[in-house]
């Protein structure tokens, strides 16, 4: 088993523009999303409509919003990234689910899907080369 430090600089050796602009996007699409379940609390308590029934429903709005919006900021901006990202995954695993327990989504399906494929992915690759986890490792 590979340790952190050892992906952390395979990470750095290969690391690319686009990958970092993935990982910004990513980060900005949980903002967006976590500033729409703000501004919108009817719709995610519509989306969690089909877990009303296993309790814990307030928790879980009270954590999304927050998870997404600062968990958001943290993976564009390469701060504590996979940590931000370990965040996310009982989200999108929700997300997911809930697809298969409520009235099937394709469209939401889709995106939950590609959401938390690149999710493993950035938890697996690190925040990469250009990003604040990277430069304050380095100004040790």
Do not use: C
């Not at 993935?22 to 995610?44: D, P, W």
């Not at 929700?94 to 590609?114: C, R, S």
């Not at 938390?116 to 250009?130: C, E, N, Q």
């Amino acid at each position: 088993m590979m340790s952190i430090k050892s992906l952390n600089k395979w990470a750095n050796a290969h690391t690319y523009y686009p990958l970092d602009l993935l990982r910004i996007v990513l980060g900005v699409f949980f903002f967006l999303k976590g500033i729409q379940f703000v501004a919108q609390t009817h719709m995610l308590t519509e989306l969690i409509g089909p877990l009303k029934g296993y309790g814990g429903v307030m928790l879980l709005i009270h954590y999304i919003a927050p998870a997404h919006l600062v968990g958001g900021l943290l993976i564009a901006f390469g701060l504590l990234t996979r940590w931000a990202l370990i965040a996310q995954l009982p989200i999108l695993f929700g997300a997911i689910l809930i697809n298969f327990m409520g009235v099937m989504h394709w469209g939401n399906l889709i995106l939950a899907v590609v959401a938390l494929a690149l999710t493993a992915f950035f938890i697996y690759y690190g925040s990469g080369k250009h990003s604040l986890d990277y430069y304050f490792k380095m100004q040790v």
